[in-house]
């Protein structure tokens, strides 16, 4: 098993996965350009010593379809990152009101 080829291997028995939400209309989503927004997402929860892969995508209840964005992370740090969306739909709070939230999956030690 391969968790990370960024940084040595660790012992395969230490790798571990995390999961979570952002929440439905809790996530703090802030209006970055005239058609964007982004949002830093909390992993610290799970406890990583070292930088995690992280996969996520975007949920919720309408025109979340219509993004870009939602699975290309920034900023990876054990305890957070950060997606930016090209979604001029989502601004001014729309986004929470369309109940969009961030799923993710971290693995890592």
């Known amino acids: 098993m391969v968790v990370s080829g ?11 996965v995390c999961a979570g939400t952002s929440g439905r209309g809790a996530t703090n989503w802030v209006d970055y350009s005239s058609n964007g927004i982004y949002a830093d997402v ?4 799970c406890g990583f010593v070292t930088i995690p892969t992280v996969t996520s995508s975007l949920e919720g209840t309408t025109s979340h379809w ?4 939602s699975s290309e992370i920034y900023s ?14 989502g601004m001014g709070g729309g986004a929470n009101k369309m109940g969009w939230n961030v799923e993710w999956i971290a693995v890592g030690y």
């Open 76 to 89: 990876v740090t054990t305890d957070t990152f950060r997606i930016y969306l090209v979604a001029q739909s």
């Open 42 to 45: 909390d992993i610290s929860k």
């Open 6 to 16: 960024e940084e040595d291997l660790r012992e395969e028995r230490c790798a571990k």
């Open 66 to 69: 219509t993004t870009t964005g």
